[in-house]
C-alpha cells in the first residue's frame, strides 16, 4: 500500500510482484549467509557499504542491496530517494523486530546532497548505486582514487525484438508488460520496439488495439493497468521528450480514453515514423512511452539494438528456439529474456554493459560483489621506484646488437608515432637497450586493431586453449634467452629470473587450462524456464601493468584476459618493458591472431590516461600507486568503461592470488539469458 501511494504505480503490480521479489531475496541470501565460508572461502566482507537507491521500486531496491550486504557479512547506510522514502524506514522497524544487531543497517533519508556525502565519506568502503546514468558518472568520478568498491546500475533503453514467425498476439501482450508496466519507469524496460519488416504493420495495428483497452487510474484501483508518475519533474521531463519526437518527425499515437482529472497522469504512449538517430530512440525517456521501428534480417536487428550507449537488458520474440539463442549472445547487455519480459530472480543476476554500469546484483557473482579477496587485508601498498638514469654508451649489458624496440600493433612492429625512443638501464645504469616512446596516436591505433581483431571473442574456447598453450610452449623453448634479458634489467643472478620465466610458462599453461573451464551456469528460478549465466568477454580491456614483477605480471594479465576472449593493449612495466617486447617473436610464432594483443611502451601514467579516455575501450587495469589509479579512474568516466585499479602489492608467484579465478572475474561479464519453456 505504501509503495502505491507515493510512488504511483499500480498496487496490483506491489502486490503481485514487488513484495514476492522482495522476500525471495531475504530468503534467497541468506543461503549466502550460511554457506559463505565453504564457498568464498578466500574472502571477507568489503566492510561498510553505501547503498543509494532510485524511487521506481524503492523496497525491491532495498532487498536487492541490504539482502546480499549483510548476507555475507558486511553493514549498511542506505539513502533511499527523497520521493519514496517511507518503506524503507518501515522496513527499519522490521529490522529490529528481527533482532538485527544495532548499527548493521542504517536508513539515511534525504536528498542528492544527501547521497553525495554518502559517496564521499572516507569511512565508506562500497557505494552500490541504482539511478540514472549522469549520477553513475557523477559518482564514479567522486570515488575516483578512494580504493572503494563500485556497483552501478543505471540506466537504459532496450530493444524489444520480434521476428516474423513469433506468437504476436503474446508479443503484443509482452511489450504491455515490457514499457507500460510502472508507468514505463523501469531501468530495463522495453522502449524500443524493433519488428521485422514483413509483419510490421500488423504489428502495429494489434499493439494499437491492444492500446486502447489499458486503463489509467488512481495507483489503489486494482483493475488499472498504468498508474500515476512519480513527480511534476518527470511528467514535464517525458511531456518535453515525446514533443521533441513529434518535431522530428515521430507519429504519436495515444488511446482515445480521457484521463483521470487530478493526478500526475500520461497516457500509454505509441510513436512510429522513428529514425535510430531520432532523440526519443537514443535517451531514456522513463515513462509509458515506446517507439517502434522495423529491420529486415537478423543482423539488421542485432545491429539497430546494439546502437545505443546503454547495454541492460534486450527482449527476443521468435517462435524458432535456434533463432533466438543465435541472437541473445549477440547482443550487448546483461540480461536477455527470450519470448518473455522483465522476469527476475534473486538467483540470476541483473546488471549492464557500456553506459548501463557494471557489476551485477542478485546470483553468485551479486554475492562476490560485497566480498574482497583475503590477502588484500594485510597486503602493503605499491611504491613504485623511479627508473635508474641510463648511461648512454656504446657497450650495451649482455652485449649484443643495439637496436630500439618498437610497438606491436595489429600483429605487426611498429615504430612509434612521435619518433622518440627511451633509454631502459639496469640498476647499475648501464644501458640495457632502448625502446620506443608511444604517445596518444599509438594507442588510438593498438586500440582499432584490437577492435577489428572481433574473430577472438567468437572463437571457441577450445581454439583460444590451444594458443594460450602454443604460447606457454614457444616461450618454454626460449626461457634462457627470456631469463637473461630479466637478470640485465634487474641486476640478479639468472638462477632468480629463471624461476620467474619458469613461473610465467607456468601461468599461461594455468590460464589455457582454464579457457574452456572457466564457464558459467544454469539458474532454476521460480517458473517454468531457465536462466543461463553466460561468462562473456568484457572487449577490449587496457591494461597498465606493474613494475614488479615485470614480466611474469605481464604473461598473467595477459593471459587471463585473452584466454577468456578480450583483445588488450599492454602498456607494460617502464623498467623492464624490453622484456615486454621481446615476446613479439614468441606471439608471432604462436598463431595468436593480429589485434589480440597489442603492446605500447613507454610513460605509463600518460598511456593509460590516453587508454581511459577512449570511449572504444571497454575496461582499464591499473597497478600502480593510488595517485595515478585515481587519474585513469576519474578519467574512465566519459563511457563508464570497466576500472580494476590496485594500489597494493599483490603476490604474482601465489597461483591462486596471482593467477586464479580473481583475475578471470575481472575478464569476464555474465550475461543471464532468460529460457521460459511450455505452453
Request: charge should be negative.
Amino acid at each position: 500500500m505504501l509503495e502505491s501511494l507515493y510512488n504511483g504505480k499500480p498496487v496490483r503490480e506491489t502486490r503481485d510482484i514487488d513484495v514476492p521479489l522482495v522476500a525471495r531475496h531475504f530468503y534467497h541470501h541468506a543461503g549466502w549467509a550460511e554457506l559463505a565460508k565453504t564457498e568464498f572461502p578466500d574472502h571477507v566482507p568489503v566492510g561498510v557499504c553505501g547503498q543509494i537507491i532510485p524511487w521506481n521500486f524503492p523496497l525491491l531496491m532495498l532487498a536487492w542491496k541490504i539482502a546480499p550486504a549483510i548476507a555475507l557479512g558486511n553493514t549498511v547506510v542506505l539513502k533511499p530517494a527523497e520521493y519514496t522514502s517511507l518503506t524503507a524506514l518501515l522496513f527499519a522497524e522490521i529490522c529490529e523486530m528481527a533482532g538485527l544487531p544495532r548499527g548493521v543497517v542504517n536508513i539515511v533519508t534525504g536528498d542528492g546532497a544527501t547521497g553525495e556525502l554518502i559517496v564521499n565519506h572516507p569511512g565508506i568502503d562500497k557505494i552500490a548505486f541504482t539511478g540514472s546514468t549522469e549520477v553513475g558518472r557523477k559518482i564514479r568520478e567522486a570515488t575516483a582514487g578512494a580504493g572503494k568498491a563500485l556497483t552501478l546500475e543505471l540506466g537504459g533503453k532496450s530493444p524489444f525484438i520480434v521476428f516474423d514467425d513469433a506468437d504476436l498476439d503474446g508479443a503484443v501482450e509482452g511489450v504491455v508488460d515490457a514499457i507500460w508496466f510502472n508507468q514505463g519507469q523501469v531501468c530495463c524496460a522495453g522502449s524500443r520496439l524493433l519488428v521485422q519488416e514483413s509483419i510490421h504493420d500488423l504489428f502495429v495495428a494489434k499493439l494499437r488495439a491492444r492500446l486502447e483497452t489499458l486503463r489509467v487510474g488512481p495507483p489503489l484501483d486494482k483493475a488499472i493497468d498504468v498508474g500515476a508518475i512519480v513527480a511534476p519533474v518527470q511528467l514535464d521531463r517525458i511531456k518535453a521528450l515525446v514533443q521533441k519526437g513529434v518535431e522530428e518527425g515521430a507519429e504519436v499515437f495515444q488511446p482515445k480514453a480521457a484521463l483521470p482529472s487530478k493526478g500526475l497522469f500520461f497516457p500509454p504512449t505509441l510513436m512510429t515514423n522513428v529514425h535510430p538517430a531520432s532523440t526519443c530512440a537514443r535517451v531514456e525517456i522513463f515513462g509509458p512511452v515506446l517507439v517502434a521501428m522495423s529491420f529486415r534480417t537478423p543482423d539488421e536487428a542485432i545491429a539497430l539494438a546494439n546502437n545505443t550507449e546503454y547495454g541492460l537488458a534486450a527482449s527476443v520474440w521468435s517462435e524458432s528456439i535456434n533463432l533466438a539463442l543465435d541472437i541473445a549472445p549477440k547482443l550487448k547487455c546483461g540480461v536477455v529474456w527470450i519470448n518473455s519480459t522483465n522476469l527476475f530472480d534473486a538467483a540470476s543476476g541483473f546488471g549492464g554493459y557500456k553506459e548501463s554500469g557494471y557489476g551485477r546484483e542478485g546470483g553468485r557473482e551479486g554475492a562476490l560483489a560485497y566480498l574482497k579477496p583475503r590477502w588484500g587485508k594485510s597486503a602493503k601498498p605499491i611504491a613504485d621506484k623511479p627508473a635508474p638514469k641510463a648511461d648512454i654508451g656504446l657497450e650495451l649489458v649482455g652485449g649484443g646488437i643495439d637496436r630500439t624496440a618498437k610497438l606491436y600493433i595489429g600483429g605487426k612492429q611498429a615504430r612509434p608515432d612521435g619518433g622518440y625512443s627511451r633509454p631502459i638501464a639496469a640498476p647499475n645504469g648501464k644501458l640495457v637497450g632502448e625502446i620506443g616512446e608511444g604517445n596518444r596516436k599509438d594507442i588510438r591505433n593498438a586500440v582499432e586493431a584490437a577492435r577489428k581483431a572481433v574473430g577472438w571473442a567468437n572463437a571457441s574456447e577450445h581454439n583460444r586453449a590451444q594458443i594460450l598453450y602454443y604460447i606457454a610452449e614457444n616461450l618454454d623453448a626460449r626461457a634462457s634467452e627470456f631469463a637473461d634479458r630479466l637478470r640485465a634489467l634487474r641486476g640478479v643472478k639468472k638462477a632468480k629470473t629463471r624461476l620467474e620465466v619458469d613461473a610465467s610458462i607456468e601461468r599461461l599453461f594455468a590460464f589455457a587450462a582454464y579457457a574452456d573451464k572457466f564457464d558459467g551456469a544454469v539458474h532454476r528460478p521460480p517458473l517454468r524456464g531457465l536462466a543461463l549465466a553466460m561468462n562473456e568477454p568484457v572487449g577490449v580491456v587496457g591494461i597498465v601493468c606493474p613494475e614488479e614483477p615485470g614480466f611474469l605480471a605481464f604473461v598473467s594479465l595477459m593471459g587471463a584476459a585473452i584466454a577468456m576472449g578480450n583483445c588488450v593493449v599492454m602498456v607494460p612495466s617502464e623498467r623492464q618493458a624490453l622484456i615486454a617486447t621481446d615476446l613479439y617473436q614468441v606471439l608471432d610464432t604462436s598463431d595468436v591472431p593480429a589485434g589480440v594483443v597489442n603492446i605500447v611502451t613507454g610513460d605509463k601514467r600518460s598511456l593509460g590516461l590516453e587508454l581511459a579516455r577512449h570511449d572504444a575501450v571497454d575496461a582499464i587495469w591499473f597497478f600502480g600507486e593510488r595517485e595515478g589509479a585515481a587519474a585513469l579512474e576519474k578519467a574512465s568516466t566519459g563511457n563508464l568503461k570497466q576500472t580494476w585499479c590496485e594500489t597494493v602489492a599483490r603476490d604474482w608467484y601465489d597461483p591462486t592470488i596471482g593467477g586464479g579465478s580473481d583475475l578471470l572475474h575481472h575478464a569476464t561479464q555474465v550475461k543471464n539469458i532468460w529460457i521460459p519453456y511450455g505452453e
